[in-house]
């Protein structure tokens, strides 16, 4: 047979722990899985789940999949119950998709304490539901649930199993280690010896409790698997499923086995951040190939030597799984780390070593006042011009600003009002501007402030918004400038008098930026990474000029 890609986000990966997803959800996420090339994806239970029978039937209109196969998930049938007679295998039978997965038990406690029936009915009801829905026309998978466990309780039984499924026409038995406790070397024991005795085809569905759901699954292939389950991000109740990509990326890239249509594996990265952003789960910077991490180097020495060879610190590239190299600008960053960092950004700064040592010196120094450039490229990039051209960008001079926070109400009920009101004075190419702005807390009234002063010089910033704002409490301790700066947080040691450091992003609506503060306090923190941000956005979309030509007309 053909090796299988099997996802089961849809199904399996819903369970994950605060992941909800609507029909309009599930469809959106299919399109981008059939992007990335899966041969199956698992739609959900119909008829067990409104939603998903909701699902199967928009899908039949709203799906137009050039890759995958949609399978219908559900059990076998109730005992005592003729298949064909069954509510839940009717639904199956009805839900428009060619592909049907059937979960059965393949634990012999299981049998006896969960479905409370005979070892023998269990058998009767997998022989009779597999057959009724492949004379329907149906291709039949089928998942021994908890089928690691049952083996080694009773592996007579759930070899059995496994041959009843084959004999009434499944076409593929995928083996779940549904506890996820199992370790690669016992995952391929089983395998090879499933192989041996029944000669079927073998898929593997692997959970991540011992953290080796995919080494596990790459196991079972190695062992003999054609077929191998999991989730987009590895998705998936308690510790989440195989995470899919990371499987299919081994198999591709290690193994050489090509499991995704040709060129697919290059929209990985994309596609598993599309996701993300449809489920609302942030995705994993340090998630393998994809994360924003996966290629991150921050070390001078490795730096030193990715300016010789990129692959000296690197598996692959990461171009292979559309993911790119990122240099951090750091205080452990050297002058390769400067010099390259500075070539992303696109500046070459190699014929010039004494403006490398400066920018380097800079950023250490920065960083010892507790500036960290790793996640503020704009930040850096601002000092970077600075050092190159002799001045940093400017767009407007600032006269004064100022913050007000003003209780209303009193008392011990918790239910005094507070109002926060901002007055910030700048002036940009000779007029002088003054706006007041009001919000929720006193960085969202400062923030409103300047963004309506600046707006009217330069009315391009009503299109910036502040996506994400983080603060940092810290503390800098006497160290000399090799040792760094040492960071603790409020609650261990020290408290009102803490420096603090905040990180805002700012989005255009297309690109996004990060700038960094840092302060006396919260609001003076934040100040330094507004204007940097605005200022940065301008340069953008502004360039060298001082001011658009709408604001002439002032």
Known sequence: MEFHVYDTTLRDGAQQEGLNL???????????????????????????????????????????????????????????????????????????????????????????????????????MIRDTVSHLREEGQQVFLDAEHFFDGYRANRDYAMEVLKTAYESGA????????????????????????????QGAVG??????TGCAVANTLAAVDAGAMHVQGCINGYGERTGNADLVSVVANLQLKTGRDVLPTGLLGEATRIAHAVAEVTNVPPAGRQPYVGASAFTHKAGLHASAIKVDPDLYQHMDPAGVGNDMRLLVSDMAGRASI?????????????????????????????????????????????LIEEVEGSRPSYFDVESWRVISEARGGGHDRSTASATEAIVKIHADGVRHVSTGEGNG???????????????????????DLIDFKVRIFETTGVRPSEGVTTRSVDQGHGTDARTRVLIET??????????????????????????????GLRRHVGETTRTEASAAE
């Open 171 to 198: 076409e593929v038995v995928a083996l779940c280690d549904t506890n996820g406790g199992m370790l690669p070397p016992w995952v391929a024991d089983v395998v090879h010896d499933v192989r041996q005795t029944t």
């Open 204 to 209: 593997i569905h692997c959970h991540n409790d």
């Open 339 to 383: 010099e390259l960092k500075g070539r992303e950004l696109g500046y070459d700064l190699s014929a010039d070593r004494d403006l490398v040592t400066r920018v380097t010196e800079r950023v250490k120094a920065a960083e010892q006042r507790g500036y960290t450039f790793e996640a503020a490229d704009a930040s850096f990039e601002l000092l």
């Open 22 to 124: 609507s029909v309009a959800d599930k469809l959106a996420i299919a399109r981008h899985l059939d992007g990335l090339g899966v041969g199956f994806i698992e739609g959900g239970w119909p008829g067990a789940n409104p939603k998903d029978t909701d699902f199967f039937k928009r899908a039949v209109s709203e799906l137009d999949l050039k890759h995958a196969r949609l399978a219908a998930f559900g059990s076998t049938r109730r005992a005592g119950v003729r298949a064909a007679d069954d509510p839940q295998v009717a639904a199956l039978r009805d839900s428009g998709a060619s592909v049907v997965t059937l979960v059965a038990k393949s634990h012999d406690r299981h049998v006896e304490l969960a479905l409370r029936t005979t070892l023998e009915e269990n058998l009767a």
């Open 507 to 536: 989005s255009d609506g297309s690109t996004s930026w990060t700038t960094v503060g840092v302060g006396s306090n919260v609001i003076e923190a934040s100040w330094e990474a507004l204007v940097d941000g605005l200022t940065f």
């Open 442 to 464: 006193p960085v969202n009234a400062l923030d409103q402030a300047l963004r309506a002063a600046i707006t009217r010089a330069f009315p391009v910033v009503a299109d910036f």
